[in-house]
């Protein structure tokens, strides 16, 4: 009975590990991937105003 108390005490305290690695970024530095959008900005922006135009009818 002890070792069972002991194993689910271990076993439940594992559940609250939490990673600590901490990601340090450069202001104004993007490290991403890089954008492949087939599309222009201008073409984008087009697309976007005409959606916008169509849900916001009302306004």
Request: include cysteine; charge should be neutral.
């Amino acid at each position: 009975m002890k070792n069972l108390l002991i194993l689910t005490s271990l076993l439940s305290l594992s559940a609250c590990y939490e990673d600590v690695d901490v990601t340090l970024h450069q202001a104004g530095v993007y490290k991403g991937k890089v954008d492949t959008h087939s599309q222009t900005v201008e073409e984008r922006a087009a697309i976007l105003a005409k959606r916008f135009g169509q849900v916001q009818t009302d306004r």
